[in-house]
């Protein structure tokens, strides 16, 4: 099976520029959670969908992000413009089911992004 | 204001020795505390986990231990192994809302030396 994947797995891009990171959820999972680690710091929950549905978005910085999760299946997370402070590894984590028992979320390899 | 306080921030431990990291959260409504394995260039993957009624929990070489009143637990790694270089991350989950997402630590860099 499958794990979750992301894409690009580094991006370094200026400031002011946009930034488009990808995540392919493993297959059947409906949950897919976006998180950020700043060096050296906690990893941070950003948002949380149910299929294409934005469940929890509390932990998004500001209105420069923007996720979407076209039918259910992959998510993109949009950074525009990006700023200094954006830098950091993004997590994307997908589990199936919001049951206590049943929602390991797994996590792909995450994206370093950075804003020079 | 950070809910779950972790330490050490890194760790060098001889190969054989035992690994103690410790956890402390604020929020007495926190279900389930997960702990994290994670290797460079890879995501964190899900360790061992413990719910707040019990006070241990052990898996093969790991085990966690649990004080409810103290709100602290802290993962026990015995006979650490260079394969168990990695960072942890401890966590903490709050089911029944709309997420159940995860307040992480901070992250300890263990460094088990041969």
């Known amino acids: 099976e499958a794990g979750v994947t992301q894409f690009p797995s580094h991006s370094v891009i200026e400031k002011g520029q946009t930034v488009t990171l990808r995540c392919d959820p493993i297959?059947?999972?409906?949950?897919l959670y976006w998180y950020r680690r700043v060096m050296g710091k906690e990893i941070k929950f950003l948002l949380h969908f149910v299929k294409e549905s934005k469940q929890d978005e509390s932990g998004m910085p500001n209105n420069r992000f923007l996720a979407e999760r076209t039918g259910g299946t992959y998510s993109t997370l949009k950074v525009q413009p990006a700023e200094l402070e954006d830098s950091g590894v993004y997590f994307c984590a997908s589990s199936q089911d919001r049951d206590m028992d049943a929602d390991t979320q797994y996590f792909g390899p995450g994206t370093r992004l950075t804003v020079l | 204001q950070q809910q779950v306080k972790q330490s050490p921030q890194s760790l060098i431990v001889q190969k054989g020795g035992i690994s103690i990291i410790n956890c402390a959260y604020e929020n007495t409504a926190f279900d389930y505390f997960p702990w994290y394995q994670q290797f460079p260039g890879k995501g964190p993957a899900l360790l061992i986990a413990i719910r707040p009624d019990v006070s241990e929990k052990k898996e093969g070489r790991f085990t966690i231990s649990f004080n409810k009143s103290a709100k602290q637990f802290s993962l026990h790694i015995m006979d650490s192994q260079p394969g168990d270089s990695a960072t942890y991350f401890c966590a903490a989950v709050l089911f029944g809302g709309a997420t159940n997402k995860l307040i992480f630590g901070t992250g300890t860099l263990l460094a088990v030396q041969p």
């Open positions: 297959s059947g999972h409906d949950n």
